[in-house]
């Protein structure tokens, strides 16, 4: 598919974009703690401008911060003391020759007593979101008309600072959305009721801002095309909505979907289809003649551009895969798209608990931007080794390799990317898979000597004079220690993801947790085979989101699997296995024709020793020191190739 679509100039309002592409709102947490704009926020807006985007809307950003957070370090733009932070935010961006647009935000009902200082949070009415659970009280009609004249007021600041212009957030259950609900406004003056007066709040705002900044002042909203909650936003209401709304003036409507009831439909897990919620969109632009953008996991430039030919939208967003790749669209416009970096939907970035601001769990400097400002070339000729082709080694491999050493990299497979190839959900096999492709075709761009099929020893590595020994040499099933695991009716997740063992109309029981726990449960029900998952805690099950397990767990339940939580094993048997539950002490025993084991890795470290007798610098990352995540092993192998080496 030809690219040309996304290199096309477009017009949101009088002002034009030099492509198709938009970076939206996301939270970054990179603001400071009264909601200043810091020199760190600000580089990596920088480097997303200069990486070809042509718009980019702010995180959501407060313009009432007693009662409108959504988040800490959220941006706010409720003073004129944050107009200076802004305007140097905007200068930045427009050195590239992008444009800029605030995000204004007020959370409404979802924000919780703790952001408020212990404030009661407030809403149209007090109707208590789920995924809060605390009880919002009803704003008075004073109030609202102080919060519209608050948009107002943020907006002005915003074009005053400079910015290109504003998009209301009216999306994922916030206050606008709250007030165009028919199940969250339940008012009854002139801003509840009927059809019109649920516009009111929106309508005064959106009028309100284009007579104190002008016509020609873009204004955008963001919308919950479908709330996926009984009784909220749908798409018949929404249509009806955006057409009212390009009436009054509104210069495009951003199509999203979700509430904090919905998480999953908001920010989406990696079993979603790429591109699954352009049908939003699509269902919008064929009401209005202002533009539309759509967004939701889209990732590759061929998807992007045959969405815009077909006219299922006129702008698309990418949001997480700018995080992990700020360079998309300058290395589309390049024809490199094979050098581009593409999110796998971890939802690292959204669920992380390592950092406490943004980060990627394949893209190392983002939200460091200022940390790993450029890597320091070496000044002399050394060679490095590196044993074991995950994402841990191949990481080291890339960023040595732009340092300027020689490196070997030894794989003692047929093939690149170590535990990733265990993926086996297609959805998320495909993701995982552009990882993979993205590291193979580095090796391949950086000239790195790859020895695949190759089991090293001591006197091979040696025979290399290496400055230093990098071990990535992975993981094995972990050992849970389970009385009877050495029975012949047991066996593990390599076993069965690797196809060493089949079974058919067998009764099995799988323990574990993790995403490699759920891939092998769905293998063994493709075979035919009736499953049962005994939900046991591991380190790797800690690492899934919430929304995610909560996605896999209905996944099952549809698929007929049995699923057992809050028990321990006790003891296997050869036809049978006893858990105990954790809170009675209650045992039960279950018949089982065969039983897998699928409760993580352990580290498989079998050089170290060796290696440090013969060598000064060894070093130990990923799943062999340990650490079972790919964002530990890939952050592991940027920072020793980027920080250990002179």
Same mark, same amino acid.
């Given at each position: 598919?030809d690219?040309q679509?996304i290199? *096309?100039?477009?017009?949101?309002g009088?002002?034009?974009?030099? +492509?198709?592409i938009?970076m939206?709102?996301?939270?970054t947490?990179?603001?400071?703690p ?9 580089r990596?807006?920088q480097e997303?401008a200069?990486?070809g ?5 702010t995180e959501?950003?407060t313009?009432d911060?007693?009662?409108?957070k959504?988040?800490? &370090?959220?941006l706010?733009i ?6 200076p932070?802004l305007e140097r ?5 427009h %050195?590239y ?6 995000? @204004?935000?007020?959370a ?7 952001l408020?200082?212990? =404030? =009661?949070?407030v809403?149209? !009415?007090?109707v ?5 659970g605390?009880?919002?009280r009803e704003?008075?009609?004073?109030e ?5 004249? *608050? ?7 915003? =074009?005053l ?21 028919p199940?969250?406004?339940? $008012?009854t003056?002139q801003y509840? #009721?009927?059809?019109e &007066? ?5 309508e ?5 801002i284009?007579?104190?900044c ?9 919308l919950s ?6 009784g909220g936003?749908?798409?018949a209401l ?7 709304l390009?009436?009054i ?7 999203s979907?979700g509430?904090?009831?919905?998480? /999953?439909k908001?920010?989406?897990s ?9 049908y939003?969109?699509e269902?919008i ?9 759509t ?6 430039s061929?998807f992007?551009s ?5 006219? %299922?939208?006129?702008?698309?967003a990418?949001g ?10 300058n290395?589309?416009y390049q024809?490199?798209? =094979?050098?581009?970096?593409?999110c ?6 959204v669920y ?20 790993y400002?450029?890597?320091? %070339?070496?000044s002399e ?10 994402p841990g ?13 020689g490196?070997?990299?030894f ?6 990317g170590g ?9 998320y096999k495909k ?6 492709d993205y590291?193979i075709?580095e090796?391949?761009?950086?000239n790195?000597?790859? $020895?695949?099929?190759?089991e ?7 025979s290399l004079?290496?400055y ?7 993981g094995?099933?972990?050992d849970?220690?389970?009385k009877?695991?050495e029975?012949? &009716? ?6 069965v993801?690797?196809?060493r063992?089949l079974? +058919? /109309? ?6 574990? !947790? ?7 449960i ?5 075979q #035919?085979?009736?499953?049962?998952l ?22 099952l339940?549809?698929n ?7 028990? %321990?094993v006790?003891e296997i048997?050869? +036809? ?7 809170e009675?002490?209650k ?5 089982v024709?065969q039983?897998v084991?699928a409760?993580?890795v352990m580290?498989?470290?079998? @050089? ?5 007798k013969?060598?000064? +610098?060894?070093?130990?990352i990923?799943?062999?020191a340990?650490h ?19």
């Amino acid at each position: 598919m030809d690219n040309q679509p996304i290199f *096309k100039e477009g017009k949101i309002g009088d002002t034009t974009l030099k +492509n198709r592409i938009i970076m939206p709102g996301m939270g970054t947490n990179l603001g400071g703690p009264n909601g200043e704009i810091t020199d760190q926020l600000i580089r990596y807006y920088q480097e997303r401008a200069k990486g070809g985007t042509a718009l980019l809307i702010t995180e959501f950003t407060t313009i009432d911060y007693d009662f409108g957070k959504g988040a800490i &370090n959220q941006l706010r733009i409720d003073k004129d003391d944050f107009i200076p932070g802004l305007e140097r935010l905007v200068s930045a961006v427009h %050195k590239y020759d992008a444009k800029i647009f605030v995000q @204004l935000h007020h959370a409404g009902r979802e924000s919780n007593s703790a952001l408020l200082g212990g =404030q =009661q949070i407030v809403a149209p !009415s007090p109707v208590t979101c789920e995924a809060i659970g605390e009880v919002p009280r009803e704003l008075t009609t004073a109030e609202v008309k102080e919060l519209v004249d *608050k948009f107002v007021a943020g907006a002005v600041r915003c =074009q005053l600072a400079g910015a290109d212009g504003v998009e209301l957030h009216g999306a994922h259950g916030y206050l606008i959305n709250q007030f165009l609900s028919p199940t969250t406004n339940l $008012r009854t003056d002139q801003y509840g #009721g009927n059809f019109e &007066n649920r516009m009111r709040f929106v309508e005064e705002i959106v009028i309100g801002i284009k007579k104190a900044c002008g016509a020609s002042f873009p204004v955008t909203i963001r919308l919950s095309i479908d709330e996926f909650d009984t009784g909220g936003m749908d798409i018949a209401l929404s249509k009806k909505v955006c057409r009212y709304l390009e009436r009054i003036g509104v210069d495009g409507i951003h199509a999203s979907a979700g509430n904090y009831n919905s998480m /999953d439909k908001m920010v989406e897990s990696p079993l979603y289809e790429q591109g699954w919620r352009v049908y939003l969109a699509e269902a919008i632009k064929n009401e209005v003649s202002i533009p539309v953008i759509t967004v939701g996991s889209i990732r590759e430039s061929k998807f992007v551009s045959a969405l815009l030919a077909d006219g %299922k939208a006129d702008f698309v967003a990418i949001g997480r895969g700018l995080i992990a790749d700020p360079e998309w669209v300058n290395k589309v416009y390049q024809g490199r798209e =094979q050098e581009i970096r593409m999110c796998i939907s971890c939802l690292h970035c959204v669920y992380s608990q390592t950092h406490p601001h943004v980060t990627c769990s394949i893209n190392v400097r983002a939200g460091r931007e200022l940390e790993y400002d450029n890597l320091e %070339k070496t000044s002399e000729k050394r060679h490095v080794v590196i044993v074991g082709g995950g994402p841990g080694g191949m990481e080291a491999a890339r960023i040595l390799t732009l340092r300027g050493y020689g490196v070997t990299l030894f794989e003692k497979g047929d093939k690149l990317g170590g535990q990733l190839n265990l993926v086996t959900e297609p959805t998320y096999k495909k993701k995982m898979q552009w990882y993979i492709d993205y590291f193979i075709n580095e090796m391949k761009r950086l000239n790195i000597d790859i $020895r695949l099929k190759t089991e090293v020893t001591v006197n091979m590595i040696k025979s290399l004079e290496p400055y230093a020994v990098i071990l990535a040499t992975g993981g094995q099933p972990r050992d849970p220690g389970i009385k009877g695991q050495e029975l012949d &009716n047991v066996c593990n997740y390599h076993d069965v993801k690797l196809e060493r063992k089949l079974f +058919n /109309d067998k009764k099995i029981a799988v323990l574990g !947790s993790g995403m490699v726990c759920h891939s092998v449960i769905r293998k063994l029900r493709e075979q #035919g085979n009736d499953v049962s998952l005994i939900e046991l805690p591991t380190k790797s099950g800690n690492k899934i989101s919430p929304p995610t397990r909560a996605r896999l767990l209905e996944r099952l339940r549809k698929n007929n699997v049995e699923i057992i939580t809050g028990y %321990k094993v006790v003891e296997i048997f050869p +036809n049978s296995i006893v858990i105990e539950e954790k809170e009675t002490g209650k045992q039960m025993e279950l018949d089982v024709d065969q039983v897998v084991i699928a409760m993580g890795v352990m580290p498989y470290n079998p @050089l170290e020793e060796s290696m440090r007798k013969q060598f000064d +610098n060894v070093f130990v990352i990923g799943d062999a020191a340990g650490h079972v995540s790919l964002a530990d092993a890939t952050t592991e192998g940027f920072e020793i190739g980027a920080c250990h080496f002179p």
